[in-house]
């Protein structure tokens, strides 16, 4: 099936541990995203890689790291886990980047739950 | 809000009924998305509408956007039970490098009983 993947589902760990996130697109698309979604359900950009290149960084703490190693792949890796990083953090990627839009495909979720 | 909003926050309706979904927000876009979001699961795409378009229809839904208002609205017609979802507006700002950034409102949820 085409899609955007993401694993794991679900991510229950410790505070202070290093974790990561998987992402891949069989799409064939450009450009890849990174958002988290809070328990209000607010969706908030985290970063965006457009064929490997960083080209959107949030004001995101710098304990988050996404890598791009082709462009079918987005991780993101999080740092010294804090109760706060507690959220569910989707992938999405699209097309391109032009200005006159693309619709971006999301994948289902990763539920972090940091204790 | 630099999010912009959402109205209603929830909005609960029988099948058959139409829903109306309002999104505003505040800065000139390149174009707004509309999304449905199920029950734990990822985010859908269902209309892009551009800046210089002031309706477009895919199926039951209508989706309109008044730019001198900066203001859009998702219409679903005849309802279901299986609408029943989260509906978020997404914006693209206009001007700038923003790379394909959308900005998201806070989402309508919408229940729609059988």
């Known amino acids: 099936d085409t899609a955007v993947s993401q694993t794991p589902k679900y991510l229950v760990t410790q505070m202070g541990n290093d974790k990561s996130i998987k992402c891949e697109q069989n799409?064939?698309?450009?450009?890849m995203y990174w958002y988290k979604q809070d328990s209000k359900k607010f969706l908030k950009i985290m970063f965006s890689y457009n064929n490997k290149e960083l080209i959107i960084n949030e004001t995101v703490p710098n304990r988050f790291s996404p890598k791009s190693p082709d462009k079918a792949h987005l991780n993101l890796h999080i740092n010294s886990l804090e109760l706060g990083d507690s959220a569910v953090y989707f992938c999405?990627?699209?097309?391109?980047?032009?200005?006159?839009?693309?619709?971006?495909?999301f994948g289902p979720g990763t539920r972090l739950t940091v204790t | 809000s630099q999010q912009g909003e959402e109205d209603p926050q929830a909005l609960s309706i029988q099948e058959g009924e139409n829903a109306t979904m309002n999104c505003s927000y505040k800065?000139?876009?390149?174009?707004l998305q509309w999304y449905r979001q199920n029950s734990g699961r990822g985010l859908v795409h269902l209309i892009l509408?551009?800046?210089?378009?002031r309706e477009k229809h895919s199926g039951r839904l209508r989706v309109t956007l008044d730019t001198s208002k900066k203001s859009s609205s998702l219409l679903i017609t005849a309802s279901r039970a299986a609408d029943t979802a989260s509906y978020f507006c997404?914006?693209?700002?206009?001007?700038?490098?923003?790379?394909?950034?959308?900005?998201f409102g806070q989402g309508t949820i919408l229940t729609v009983h059988p």
């Open positions: 997404a914006r693209r700002n206009a001007g700038g490098t923003s790379y394909g950034k959308l900005t």
């Open positions: 799409l064939g698309h450009d450009t």
């Open positions: 999405a990627s699209s097309q391109g980047t032009g200005p006159l839009g693309y619709e971006q495909y």
């Open positions: 509408i551009r800046s210089n378009e």
């Open positions: 800065t000139s876009i390149n174009n």
